[in-house]
């Protein structure tokens, strides 16, 4: 009980404004002297390591300091001549601070502008002059934007370390970091069927680029575990953990469960013309650019045959349709016809923020056109809740930040839930389907290649059962796309279909033992792991390792995912 109310009744707006301007002070006060703290801790790693010999000059002395603290914190970076040789121009420059946030932020200054270097030559270079295949082409201009979104987020991260300590955004600056090293990737990954000159010419040019955004990451993550081994972290989240996003409010929150949409929503769409357009991408273009206000799109039931894109710029963007066999979105773009796997995607998001609610996304090209994406997602704190995601090889793309789905039906063959976001899957149905003659069906494919990333897959009190008969087919839980592909499924329900082995090699025999894959108390006659494949990454993992990969700490989502309305459970 505050002192101040024996003083007489307070109104409730004031007393919460007073309590919140209290937690503030509160937090300020932590954050201030975690800082401290994590400084010293950070400062005596850093400078602990020198010893120099006395009978130097002072100037020597100071010289050879800092040449040994830039290489101390080179150290943990997975590209240390590059790193070494990038911070290094800090001191001949004549910027000597060298406290570990001035690094981490000079880090990212060299890494936005390598990148920046590159969209400029992906625009300019007459490499790229007289393309002919229409496959390269349009790789060339997935490049232009994956490295604008990668330049964004270096941006952000910039920002916020500017202007924010460090402890209190670490897990946006990883999320950012490893969107923007997944941006750069890709751009790559589209050439793979280029001629070889022109692919060892992309990834001779972002060498640098990828070199320096990783370095950043190792950094930040450095600086990370130095904090957790204080518990700092943890004292900086308790007087918030159940404070609202500005970006949602609650009616918002009340939008998501109401049934009568009439008067409640900012822009209808009907394919019977009783909306204000007929098509989606007609009704995204009103949406304002960078708005902090929620805009809410209505799409009554039918089948929009339509290739959809939320811009980058259309953030807080809600779409509702009248169920997820109602409102279905439908296209059937695919690479066997010379669209690269990046822009097959019938549905697309890349504005942050966003929310879509009982809507169909599908592809219906067929198993034999390959690769085919129906919903592929790249925006940071994506919510789907009862959506039904269907196609073949490579259904949905999570592919870069942090998203969550719930109660969402999700049919494929091949690699059918792919990317390097960090997801989770909590409550839905994943069903494999018939794929052509002599394919094996496998669940997921992530694409984690950096250790620091914080990306992976997990899948958690889903029901995984079989789309028709299968009884001919070999369905497994997932192959390593990249080296340290990270996937776990927690407490899913798994019928006798998935193959004994469990897991499959992207190729050969074996997987990297850099991988890391867990199967956490599930049930059912597929969840069985006796005959498991016996590899160095498929782990036995404790409650205490299971609960990472959860809401509340794989995702933060505590934090903002309960302002999209949708149920969810933060933990074990």
């Known amino acids: 009980m505050s002192s101040f109310k024996s003083y007489g009744k307070v109104d409730e707006h004031e007393q919460m404004m007073l309590d919140a301007r209290r937690k503030t002070r509160k937090r300020i006060t932590i954050i201030s002297l975690s800082s401290i703290i994590l400084a010293g801790v950070v400062f005596a790693t850093v400078f602990g390591i020198v010893n120099n010999s006395r009978g130097n000059s002072q100037s020597g002395n100071n010289a050879q300091s800092l040449t040994n603290s830039f290489k101390a914190v080179c150290d943990v970076t997975l590209y240390k001549d590059s790193c070494y040789r990038s911070l290094g121009s800090l001191y001949h420059s004549g910027q000597v601070q060298v406290q570990p946030e001035e690094l981490f932020k ?13 969209v400029i030559f992906f625009s300019e270079n007459g490499v790229f002059k007289g393309l002919n295949d229409s496959r390269t082409k349009e790789a060339l201009e997935n490049c232009r934007d994956l490295l604008d979104l990668a330049v964004d987020h270096l941006n952000s991260s910039l920002t916020s370390a500017e202007n924010s300590s460090l402890l209190d955004v670490f897990d946006d600056h990883e999320t950012w970091l490893s969107a923007a090293g997944t941006y750069q990737q890709t751009c790559i990954e589209g050439f793979e069927d280029a001629k070889e000159a022109l692919k060892e010419s992309v990834v001779s040019y972002l060498k640098n680029s990828t070199h320096f955004t990783s370095n ?9 575990k130095a904090s957790s081994t204080l ?47 007929k098509t989606i991408s007609a009704a995204l273009k009103l949406v304002p650019n960078k708005s902090n ?15 959809v894109r939320v811009e980058k710029t259309k953030w807080n963007v809600m779409i509702i ?32 923020n966003f929310i879509a609610r009982d809507m169909g996304f599908r592809n219906t090209a067929g198993p034999k056109k390959q690769q085919a994406v129906a919903l592929m997602t790249s925006a940071d704190r994506a919510v789907y809740y009862r959506c039904h995601i269907d196609a073949y090889q490579d259904t949905l793309y999570a592919h870069s930040n942090r998203q969550f789905y719930r109660e969402c039906n999700i049919y494929g063959t091949v690699d059918f839930i792919f990317g390097n976001s960090a997801v989770i899957l909590q409550n839905c149905n994943i069903l494999p389907k018939l794929p052509i003659l002599g394919q094996q069906n496998t669940i997921t494919a992530q694409g984690k290649f950096d250790p620091n990333m914080n990306t992976g897959i997990s899948i958690q009190n889903c029901n995984i059962s079989p789309f028709g008969n299968l009884s001919s087919v070999q369905t497994y839980l997932g192959r ?6 990270t996937t776990v499924y927690m407490r899913s329900r798994m019928e ?22 867990a199967e956490f108390q599930n049930v059912g006659e597929g969840a069985i792991t006796k005959n498991r494949v016996k590899w160095k990454g498929l782990r036995t993992i404790t409650s205490k390792k299971a609960s990472m990969f959860t809401i509340k700490v794989f995702l933060q989502g505590d934090r903002w995912i309960p302002a999209s309305g949708a149920p969810f459970k933060s933990d074990l």
């Open 293 to 307: 206000k929620r805009t809410v799109i209505y799409v009554k039931r039918g089948v929009y045959y339509e290739n």
């Open 231 to 277: 518990n700092l972290r943890r004292l900086l989240s308790l007087p918030f953990q159940n404070e609202a996003p500005e970006w949602l409010h609650s009616k918002d929150r009340k939008l998501l469960g109401t049934k009568d949409l009439k008067g409640k929503v900012d822009i209808v769409v009907a394919k019977d013309g009783s909306g204000k357009y």
């Open 321 to 352: 349709g009248d169920g997820m066999n109602a409102t279905i979105v439908s296209g059937s773009r695919n690479f066997v016809d010379g669209t690269p796997t990046f822009s097959t995607a019938t549905f697309a998001v890349f504005g942050r």
């Open 216 to 224: 950043s990451l190792a950094i930040i993550t450095w600086i990370n």
């Open 480 to 485: 390593p796309w990249k080296n340290y592909s």
């Open 106 to 118: 000079f880090s990212i200054k060299v890494a936005l502008t390598e990148v920046s270097k590159a």
């Open 496 to 517: 006798s279909f998935i193959n004994p082995k469990g897991w499959l090699p992207w190729v050969g025999n074996s997987a990297p033992d850099t991988l890391f894959y």
